[in-house]
């Protein structure tokens, strides 16, 4: 048999101390000095082999800081599909809910509220006027303490003018908003249309999920309507695509998915 290249015998013993935990998740590699004189190998071998490992997802490279092994993550798998009447489908106590239905710890950072002018794709959901304010309520979703999540919800201004005030307040707000518009402004969530794209993080992002820069995150607006068909607040949630995956279930009384169960019983 052949002999392998070079770069595929240095990826296969990184590869082989990283199964065997002598290089632990997390745990920074050595640099591409140290490798090329450990293995007698050239720059540009040395390069190859990390570029293996990284499509392998055993490592990946943080600008500037150095390259690591990859943490083990195990996706949360979130049904995004309720009853909208309720306000949640995969955010809020609905989100609590299926985190603990699997076993695993969910927290969140308490939220922080702004007054801004929205972005141009919110202001176009919310069918707002150009400059029009918003009150931007956002928070850090975890789960077992990885970072997991982002939230943003935006609210047209005049829900403040007309006695929603405790939007502006930087806490949480018990039984969700939702059900607090309902009772402060009588305006019911009955709707909501989800519009889910991929890109790459940007920097905020890529620090906080510490992810790679050439990753993808899953970027989920969720526009609620009430009972007037009018828009009442979008959602923007931005997910990491290592640790994330969606179910939408549509019609009534569907099974629950075989792996989902397996995941739940070994888990037990």
Known sequence: MAQQPMYQQIADAIRRQIEDGELERGQQLPTELELREKFGASRNTVRDAIKRLSALNLVESKPGRGTFVTLKVEPFVITMSADPEAGFGGEGSMYVDQVSAAHRVSRSSQPQVEMQVPPEEVRLRLRLSEGSQTVLRHQQRFIDEIPWSLEASYYPMEFITRGATRLLLANKIEHGAVEYLDQVLGIRQVSYRDWIT???????????????????????????????????????????????????????????????DEILRNDD
């Open 198 to 260: 991929a890109r790459q993080p940007d920097e905020y992002e890529q620090r906080f999920f510490g992810t790679a820069h050439d990753t993808a995150v899953f970027v989920l607006y969720r526009t609620a309507f009430d009972q007037h068909k009018e828009p009442m607040r979008v959602m923007v949630s931005t997910f990491p695509a290592d640790r994330n995956q969606f179910i939408y279930d549509v019609g009534k009384d569907l099974p629950a998915p075989r792996y989902a």
